[in-house]
């Protein structure tokens, strides 16, 4: 089975938010996640057709998350569902406009256990674009399954997309974030980076230029820097379409999965129609059960066509 679009990575349980018990207690609600994950489950929902590689326990979370993403269209041909780990989860704490802090227990766990010898080269091999994320590269043998994965795709004449994802905790310090960037973004033809990771990476806050340096440094041919509720900046500025923020959880994932589908189907205007998409994701809880289909993108695009000109970046 071929797919345009491979993602690589983790899948994962994010346990977000949803009131309280009788007694006081925060109650959660089990979502699947995990942000190569969100964009083969976003990129399906749109009309890709999208597979997932990677590893999940096999007990009642990682055949949830197998089964999940089936239903999305997903293929789940190369996803390893191994009974000698755990599936991964995310404890999500919601923060004012939707923002979102992450607790993990990640060490040991599924997504960072996953071999080079269990990649499905010839699904690899065989798709126009080959997604996967900077929290690969946290642990081996997941770090090592990774790498060869962009080595696949890239004799093969696919297209490699990454994004650039820092969460603190999953990480010994800056400066080995920054190191395996450097190993993995000079093989990466399209970028997703947002504002904050991007001055990590480069000690500078404004878009365009951050994005000229990420391009210079690394080879990349495109870089797409996300903004939150200003919107975001790819060649140029897009501000984000109005929407009403209860859950930013995968609103980028939802961005990027949206313009790598507007860029393999032709559609005017890739960056406009990605920020359409990630306006309809943030007005919902969870990641994957956010995702928006052609539709509805299609239908925000028309209805605040006014609204999302592009203009320069104040």
């Known amino acids: 089975m071929s797919a345009e679009l491979v993602t690589l990575g983790e899948l994962l349980i994010d346990f977000t938010p949803c009131g309280l018990s009788e007694a006081g207690m925060q109650l959660y609600e089990r979502n699947p996640g995990g942000a190569p994950a969100n964009v083969a489950a976003a990129a399906a929902r749109l009309g890709l057709s999208a597979a997932f590689v990677g590893k999940v326990g096999d007990?009642?979370?990682?055949?949830?998350?197998?089964?999940?993403?089936?239903?999305?269209?997903v293929d789940v041909s190369g996803l390893v569902v191994d009974g000698e780990t755990a599936t991964?989860?995310?404890?999500?704490?919601?923060?004012?406009?939707?923002e979102r802090d992450f607790s993990f227990v990640r060490r040991g766990c599924g997504d960072t256990l996953l071999q080079p010898e269990e990649l499905p080269e010839a699904l690899i091999r065989g798709a126009k674009v080959l997604h996967l994320g900077t929290l690969?590269?946290?642990?081996?043998?997941?770090?090592?399954?990774?790498?060869?994965?962009?080595?696949?795709?890239?004799?093969?004449?696919?297209?490699?997309?990454?994004?650039?994802?820092?969460?603190?905790?999953?990480?010994p310090s800056e400066d080995a974030f920054r190191r395996a960037c450097g190993d993995l973004l000079p093989r990466v033809d399209l970028l997703k980076v947002s504002l904050e990771e991007a001055a990590l990476l480069t000690d500078?806050?404004?878009?365009?230029?951050?994005?000229?340096?990420?391009?210079?440094?690394?080879?990349?041919k495109t870089v797409a820097v996300t903004l939150g509720a200003r919107g975001a900046w790819l060649e140029g500025y897009c501000p984000a379409f109005p929407a009403r923020a209860a859950d930013a959880t995968g609103a980028g994932d939802c961005f990027w999965a949206a313009w790598i589908f507007a860029r393999l189907r032709n559609r005017p205007d890739p960056l406009r129609f990605a920020c359409a998409a990630a306006s309809l994701c943030v007005e919902r809880r969870g990641a994957i059960p956010a995702m928006p289909r052609l539709s509805a993108v299609e239908a925000r695009l028309n209805g605040v066509a006014d609204l999302a000109q592009r203009r320069p970046l104040r």
């Open 136 to 171: 690969s590269l946290t642990d081996e043998p997941a770090r090592s399954a990774a790498l060869r994965a962009v080595e696949l795709a890239a004799e093969a004449g696919a297209a490699v997309s990454c994004d650039v994802n820092y969460r603190a905790p999953l990480w």
């Open 88 to 98: 991964t989860l995310a404890f999500v704490e919601l923060l004012p406009g939707g």
């Open 204 to 220: 500078c806050a404004d878009p365009p230029q951050a994005a000229e340096l990420l391009q210079k440094r690394y080879g990349i």
């Open 59 to 73: 007990d009642l979370h990682g055949r949830f998350l197998r089964d999940t993403l089936a239903a999305e269209g």
